[in-house]
């Protein structure tokens, strides 16, 4: 297992963003509601960045180019070869009313069996996919329909993106299938290479080595879900988190508490009372997304954290801590 820590995605996003925001280079271009001005339609795709992220009030491009080493780590981290108009890209930054980045947006191209096939694809702020989209293509129907694109929802940089794998083929389409998997895959490889820094706390092959290890990864999948509740946007990943926290919550046992070790039923119980919860809150998420029932199964599960840190850590822990 390699895990991402989404904090730091975050974190240079949002550094990345500051960046640009003071980048004369970079230009506010129209928002979606001004999409029928004939001259902006033309240069920038704005009824397809308000499709990838319909609540931004705005967009902001930049263009970038792409040294030969950049092309030769990309390359290297996607399999394949980059076209030439993946070497000047144009990434746009989805911004909300308070002007607060959203995501990223890039428009890719890959080789399909038939010919080209024109993508676009949508990252949050967490460095996760939010939106996949296929425009134009030769091949069969299905790889440009919801139900393929939306495997793609949720996934980051250390996914394979690998049909037969972590990605479900067209019935009959594998090629073609491959070739729509690489359109998210470039662009979170292209995104990472130019701006984004990759974790350099990555939880490689193994197993977190200390319970404080396990804690701050879960902090994470604790703020996507809490996000997502405030928000209200990117189910998805939300979801996801709730998944894994279930699964993180497993390890807890392995590890020693740094309070009251030797109650051992007592934090077992809360372990196990946790992982349940979690369980039955992800299924309830990913059906109902926020409501009062899936609020208050939160809410619960907050409360028994509360009360097993307060049993069994040796500091108080505030999980909305910045
Ligand atoms: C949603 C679930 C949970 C989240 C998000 C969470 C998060 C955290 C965080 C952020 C810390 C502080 C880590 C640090 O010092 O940097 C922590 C510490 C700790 N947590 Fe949790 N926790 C969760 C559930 C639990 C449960 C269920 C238990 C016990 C059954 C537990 C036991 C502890 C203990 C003992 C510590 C202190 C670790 C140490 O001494 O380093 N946590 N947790």
């Not at 499709?51 to 030969?68: D, E, G, H, Q, R």
């Not at 394949?80 to 959203?102: C, H, Q, R, V, W």
């Not at 030769?138 to 393929?148: D, L, Q, T």
């Amino acid at each position: 297992m390699r895990q991402t820590h989404p904090l730091l995605s975050l974190i240079s996003l949002c550094i990345l963003i500051t960046i640009w925001q003071v980048d004369t280079a970079g230009s506010m271009v129209g928002a979606p509601q001004w999409s029928g001005r004939r001259k902006n339609e033309k240069t920038i795709p704005a009824k397809k960045l308000a499709t990838i992220f319909p609540k931004a009030k705005k967009f902001v491009t930049k263009n970038v180019a792409l040294t030969p080493e950049k092309v030769a780590s990309i390359e290297k981290e996607i399999g394949a070869k980059l076209g030439s108009k993946d070497l000047k890209p144009t990434f746009y930054i989805a911004l909300n009313e308070d002007k607060k980045p959203m995501g990223l947006v890039l428009f890719v191209t890959v080789k399909g069996p038939n010919g080209a096939i024109d993508g676009g694809v949508g990252l949050d702020m967490n460095g996760k996919i939010i939106k996949v989209e296929v425009y134009k293509h030769k091949e069969a129907s299905g790889i440009a329909g919801e139900k393929f694109l939306k495997q793609f929802i949720g996934k980051g940089i250390e996914d394979k993106f690998l049909v037969g794998e972590d990605v479900k083929s067209i019935a009959g389409q594998q090629k073609a299938s491959q070739a729509v998997t690489l359109i998210p895959k470039k662009m979170l490889a292209m995104s990472y290479a130019l701006f984004l820094k990759k974790p350099e706390t990555t939880v490689a092959e193994d197993e977190p080595y200390d319970l404080t290890e396990l804690m701050q990864l879960m902090q994470g999948d604790y703020d996507i879900i809490r996000d997502y509740f405030q928000t209200e946007e990117n189910k998805e990943p939300a979801v996801e988190a709730a998944k894994q926290l279930g699964e993180y919550v497993k390890l807890i046992g392995d590890f020693e508490p740094s309070k009251n070790a030797e109650q051992r039923d007592e934090y077992t119980y809360f372990q196990q009372k946790v992982h349940s919860a979690l369980q039955q809150f992800a299924v309830a998420l990913e059906k109902e997304g926020i409501s009062d029932h899936t609020k208050e199964q939160w809410q619960d599960i907050l409360d028994l954290v509360n009360k097993a840190h307060l049993r069994f850590s040796d500091r108080s822990i505030d999980l909305d801590e910045d």
